[in-house]
């Protein structure tokens, strides 16, 4: 199979805060957020094996800083690993005031993706080739955090 690029999938997703995102807080609802992590690292996913991919599990997500209603939430995920059928994608979040042009990071997470057949069997999904030193240290670092949710689930 074909390897590709982390550049052939990657993706920024840019979303606008309307208040039906809000908590009661005013600010953009965690579960909001969460989905469009989901939603843009499924992107990266199938871009890179061009077929269907399950959310297998996402990585711990600290919620550093809060947005606000009338923000712009930027997506940048990223295709840092793969294993025989699954994908590691990061997903960094930034919101951006859109009067001030501030931009201030607010969540990253980890999410892995399984590769699936037309009847639901996970199938090989193409190698990573990295192209730049930050691909190569974050196959590396992917490939850390895939031996450790092996080790996690093992034990389970
Ligand atoms: C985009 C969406 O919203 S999809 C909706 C939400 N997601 C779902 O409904 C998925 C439901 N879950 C499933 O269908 C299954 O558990 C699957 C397809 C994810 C995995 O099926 P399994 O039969 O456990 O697959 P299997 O044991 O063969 O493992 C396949 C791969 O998945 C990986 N995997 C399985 N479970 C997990 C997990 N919880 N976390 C991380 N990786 C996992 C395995 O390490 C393996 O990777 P590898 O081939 O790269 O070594």
Redesign the pocket.
Known sequence: MQGKPPSASRITMSHFILPEDANPLGHGHGGVILKHI?TAA?MVAMRHMRGV?????IDRVDFIRPVFVGELVHLKANLNG?????MEVGVRVEAENLYTGEIRYTNSAYL???A?TSD?K?CD?PPLIPETPDDERRQLEAMER?QM??TL?SRE
Not at 53 to 57: H, I, K, L, Y
Not at 82 to 86: A, I, N, P
């Open positions: 989901d499924g991919a399950v959310t297998a599990s793969v294993g025989k059928t699954s892995t993706f399984v699936l639901g996970p999904v895939r949710r092996l689930r």
